[in-house]
């Protein structure tokens, strides 16, 4: 029978661990399609860029690389980062040029607690946890403002500047998306990550767009917490959250701490997502390339299937999303884990539990 509808998907594994844990994500989409009875195909391309490619070319992508992505119906990410290639270089010329180019302005990342792992959070009377981290993906502190050796103070007394940028419309949009997702959860809660205390233009204008956008949303209870003090938060109250709507650098820094507390960095999906729908959107697990592990088949693969989960939820595939993350939930449960997370399972032998649980 010939399938119904085909997604194509871009996949960019780029560097160290992120070709395995993509490896590892496509077995489980074509899994799923082949079992589909052909309801559904996925048809993959596969860049190879990244820092290998830069070492070959000068360049982490091709100079029309935008092009030749814009028209998938979504992309599939690894991660980003080898010790060769100095690590702004790396992100600019690749993840977040993809990013930013496409106006993936929302980029969610899930905190998600699995069965089977230890937390240091885990409550004695086992409160379920679970909360979403929404970070400001276009603009804020990577604005890419600023510049080095100003007025030419010359060695020694060099000056650099990073300016974040803050526009009413990227604060406006990025809240009103929390508090939509808000509302879709059982409990219908947006905490304000802010500095306004210090600083005391871009956050304050933050600040306001949040009480202006809370106003239209009386049915969601809001709070503004400070960054320090929603990091202590994260660790001493979770059960208070539910969204947490935050800047870029504050949701990329609170983001890592909620995975660490939900046990490893390993297990965080993540959604750049493009809601406009013009451009495709990049669904990629919120760890790096890690190095020190990287083509030793240790890779967590559950970021990055987590992902491949949100990415069906994108094309409409709600059900087979919620099958993954069941299939995720029994091999977790099971005891079967990675070293990250306290066991001694290879990332193949993880990839095989959940397609035996999906099959
Ligand atoms: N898969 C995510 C990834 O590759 N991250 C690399 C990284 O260094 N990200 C830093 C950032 O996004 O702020």
Redesign the pocket.
């Known amino acids: 029978m010939s399938a119904q509808r085909t997604f194509t998907i871009a996949a960019i594994p ?2 160290g661990v ?1 070709t395995e844990v993509v490896a590892a994500g496509r077995a489980v989409l074509d899994a799923l399609a082949a079992g589909s009875g052909g309801r559904f195909a996925f048809d993959w391309t596969e860049f190879p860029w990244g820092c290998g490619y830069y070492e070959k070319t000068g360049r982490m992508m091709d100079d029309d690389g935008l092009e030749a992505l814009q028209d998938f119906d979504a992309l599939y ?5 080898w010790p060769s290639v100095p ?1 702004h270089i ?2 600019w010329g690749l ?2 040029r993809i ?1 930013q180019s496409f106006d993936q302005w929302a980029n969610v990342r899930p905190v998600h607690f699995h069965p089977g792992i230890t937390s240091p959070l885990r409550k004695a009377d086992d409160t379920p946890l679970d909360w979403v981290v929404v970070r400001e993906n276009s603009e804020g502190e ?1 604005a890419g403002l600023g510049g080095r050796n100003l007025a030419g103070r010359g060695p020694g007394n060099e000056v650099a500047l990073q300016t974040a940028l803050f526009t009413e419309k990227g604060c406006e949009r990025i809240m009103r998306f929390a508090f939509d997702l808000a509302r879709g959860r059982e409990r219908k809660r947006v905490s304000s990550v802010t500095k306004s205390n210090a600083q005391q233009y871009g956050m304050v204008l933050w600040d306001e767009v949040f009480e202006r956008v809370a106003a239209d949303y009386p049915d969601v209870e809001t709070e503004s917490v400070l960054v320090d003090a929603m990091s202590a938060k994260f660790v001493l109250h979770p059960e208070d959250l539910s969204v947490v709507v935050a800047s ?2 504050n949701a ?1 820094i609170l983001s890592d701490l909620g995975s660490a507390l939900a046990g490893s960095l390993g297990l965080a999906a ?1 959604a750049n997502l493009n809601p406009d729908r013009r451009f495709p959107s990049m669904f ?6 890690a190095p020190d592990i990287a083509g030793q088949g240790l890779a967590n693969p559950i ?1 990055a299937i987590g992902s491949a989960a949100l990415m069906l939820e994108h094309f409409g595939l709600a059900d087979e999303a919620a099958r993954v993350r069941e299939a995720i939930e029994a091999t977790t449960a099971s005891g079967l884990l990675t070293p990250d997370v306290g066991g001694t399972a290879k990332t193949d032998e993880i990839v095989e539990a959940i397609l035996a649980h999906l099959a």
Do not use: K, T
């Open positions: 780029a560097d992120g990410f690894g991660a980003v980062g690590d790396s992100l993840r977040l990013c990577y870029n650098l990329d993540s990629e697990p919120v760890h790096g390339s970021g």
